[in-house]
C-alpha cells in the first residue's frame, strides 16, 4: 500500500499523519516525522455505544392546550382535519379538558380548552379542514 498522508487533530493539536501499513497487527504510522506502531485487539462481539456530548433535548408534549388570541376562543394551535368533536355548546368544560381532534401529517392530536367555562358555539363540524389560527368553538 502506498503511504497516506492526512492532517489528524488530536485534542485541538494538529499533526501530519502518514499511514505506512494497515495490517491485522496493527497500523504503522508517522506523526509529524514521529514513527509509531498502533496495536489492536478484536473485542469479544462487544460494541460499545459512544456516550453522547450533549443533553437530549426535552420535547413538549404533543397534547397542549390551544393557544387563542382571545380567551374566549380556541383556534386551531395547526392546520389539519377535524376527526372529531367532544364538546357541544351549553357544555360546561374545565381547563385542558379535550374538545376537538384534529388530524394532521396522519397523527391525531387533541386539542384541550385553554380556560373552564361554557361552551357558546362549535364552529367546525367532523370531516371539516382547518389551517393554523382557524376558529374552533368559543366560550360564553
Known sequence: MPPKKFIVTVDGTEYQ??????????????LNGQQYKVSFA????Q???????SKPIA???PVQPAVAVNPDQVTAPLPGDVIEIMIQAGDEIEVGQGVIVLESMKMKNLIRS???GKVK???VSPGQSVAY???LMEFE
Open 47 to 53: 460494541v460499545k455505544t459512544p456516550t453522547p456530548k
Open 59 to 61: 420535547l413538549p408534549d
Open 121 to 123: 358555539n362549535v364552529h
Open 17 to 30: 499523519a502518514e499511514i505506512k501499513s494497515i495490517d491485522r497487527e496493527g497500523i504503522e504510522v508517522f
Open 42 to 45: 478484536e473485542l469479544e462481539d
Open 133 to 135: 389560527g382557524d376558529l
Open 114 to 116: 385553554s380556560r373552564a
